[in-house]
């Protein structure tokens, strides 16, 4: 997606080899236009795929899901981490590493959100080695519900996590792939 | 807003004489186009004030947040929880007590994004005893900017955040205000 390419390189910050900041426009200040338009080309990817519901998980996530989730007008659930005192018992879970912050945290859906008859899309702001999305699958997979695959705004392809769940048979879709930010320098794929 | 109020009398569910959840339509599981809604009646409320941010708190303050700073055409910030490893050391910072999870957190937002131009307008999914909020007026008072008030969508009355920050001079506009949820029901103001 050429806008969203040009937009990493005008305001991406690469901080060392594997880190890269988007932080002005994705996630921690938002331009909701532009994230309206990174949902509706998410969107456009799984037309026709019959999705009946949104998955990502908190925090960063959750723009470019409900985006996505208004273009093609289904529900968005974002997985909680921790188990809040006022959560249900009654969840599907999984443990996910993160390595930006070197800790791990349990996510988890209230089962009310998630059916077997579900056909559900996994969205994120990043993928890179592949620990919140492989998460995410467990849910799915914990509930009964299909998966019709990831919608992904950035993946830092050299860190290998897409590899590892497109090799599993996931569909991943991307519309901005890094090849690398060695040097400083960001190449797409 | 009638059809936010006769949404929480059908799906909410009361928990205790404190705990209302809303976790079908806001804060877990998000009805995309009924947040849209919401957005529009909350920068409804404050139009012609010249807002030039809103400024959220993760995770679920954003979807209404950016369902705002969409219908006022403005960017969204989302005040992170603790720091990560990622984040620069020049941020302004709050520390928060959650009642609901028992915990302080501390909140923070990367100065690059509130300046002393700005005129900021908080948005929140809840309002209670009020602690967010006030972990945000004072990220907003440390950056210098201005602050229009506060857009909550749920604020229950009966524990007393709002008035607190209210008498402090701040304007709050709540879309669903709940004066008691006592004996298992709900009482709108």
């Given at each position: ?52 519901k ?58 009310r ?27 799915v ?49």
């Open positions: 997606m050429k806008v969203l390419k040009d937009k990493i390189l005008i305001e991406g910050k690469v901080l060392s080899d594997t880190v890269l900041k988007v932080d002005s426009f994705l996630n921690h200040q938002i331009d909701p236009a532009f994230a309206m338009d990174l949902g509706k080309e998410v969107a456009a990817r799984f037309k026709n795929q019959s999705i009946t949104i998955l990502t998980v908190e925090a960063s996530g959750i723009a470019v899901a409900m985006a996505t989730g208004l273009a093609l007008d289904i529900p968005v659930v974002f997985a909680k981490k921790k188990r809040a005192a006022t959560a249900d018992p009654n969840v599907f879970s999984s443990t996910v590493y993160s390595f930006t912050k070197d800790e791990s945290v349990d996510i988890y859906v209230n089962s959100f998630l059916h077997p008859s579900d056909n559900v899309l996994l969205v994120d702001d990043f993928l890179a080695q592949g620990e919140a999305l492989r998460g995410m699958v467990e849910i997979q914990q509930s009964g519900a299909s998966l019709a695959g990831a919608g992904i705004i950035i993946e830092k392809v050299f860190q290998g996590g897409g590899k590892a769940l497109r090799d599993a048979g996931i569909r991943i879709e991307t519309l901005a792939p890094i090849a690398s930010l060695a040097g400083g320098k960001i190449t797409f794929c």
